[in-house]
């Protein structure tokens, strides 16, 4: 899959199989037991190698801005926007203890209390993140909308919920090289590609979740984005 966008800050644990990734300037291979590492906002490209005797499996936490910017993080560790890190006892088990923890739907300050722990791993095993203190404007326009990407969105509820005009929304996008209708189209399928990945909804029953009327249109649109057609990505 071609520039698969990372939205959120990810940690993901490979079950079975084999995750390979490159950014342009670097390539890693992630194999199983090992962990990926991603910080929100990168562009990756992404191949997920099935095991031997079976599928590609992997398990992956989605961790707040909030939560990230409270963790006290090594400065003695250089920044990094992605990384592949080694199976250790301590990470083992704090990945462990979070995941059994959202699989259960514990309380959420029982949750917030592993997540914690994970990051708290995560800085033990040499990461520190490339963050900023303030969300972005298109991170803060795709958070928006991701709560509702099947809806038909226009520019101007978004912009009045960010306290500006359409005016300046576009021009503060534009700036950032990117603008609402690719914010939003990247919103649908990346939301199209979790749901093809961890569920066995029928393709069109997706496309409608992510705004898209016609299937064929969705697979279109989705092929170009990632390189691939959602049906050969679900088979």
């Not at 791993?121 to 795709?142: C, M």
């Not at 279109?220 to 088979?235: A, C, I, N, Y």
Request: net charge neutral.
């Amino acid at each position: 899959m071609a520039a698969v966008p990372f939205t959120a800050f990810i940690v993901a644990c490979i079950r079975a199989g084999q995750k390979r990734l490159a950014d342009g300037s670097q390539r890693a291979a992630v194999d199983a037991g090992h962990y990926l590492v991603v910080t929100p906002g990168m562009l990756l490209n992404v191949e997920n190698l099935p095991a031997s005797d079976g599928p590609y499996l992997s398990s992956c936490v989605t961790v707040s801005r909030e939560l990230l910017l409270e963790q006290k993080w090594s400065v003695d560790a250089d920044p990094s926007t992605w990384a592949v890190l080694s199976p250790s006892p301590v990470l083992d088990q704090a990945f462990a203890h979070a995941e059994l923890g959202l699989q259960q739907e514990l309380p959420q300050a029982v949750l917030v209390h592993r997540v914690r722990e994970l990051l708290e791993a995560l800085a033990l095993s040499g990461f520190r993140p490339t963050l900023t203190n303030e969300p972005t404007v298109t991170e803060r326009v795709r958070l928006l909308l991701a709560a509702a990407p099947e809806q038909t969105w226009r520019a101007e509820p978004i912009a009045e919920q960010l306290a500006m005009s359409v005016a300046t929304l576009r021009r503060k996008l534009a700036a950032e090289s990117t603008s609402f209708r690719a914010i939003l189209e990247e919103v649908r399928l990346s939301h199209a590609l979790t749901l093809i990945q961890t569920t066995t909804q029928p393709l069109k029953r997706i496309a409608e979740d992510c705004g898209y009327l016609s299937p064929s249109g969705f697979a279109t649109r989705f092929r170009l984005r990632f390189g691939t057609l959602p049906s050969e990505l679900r088979d």
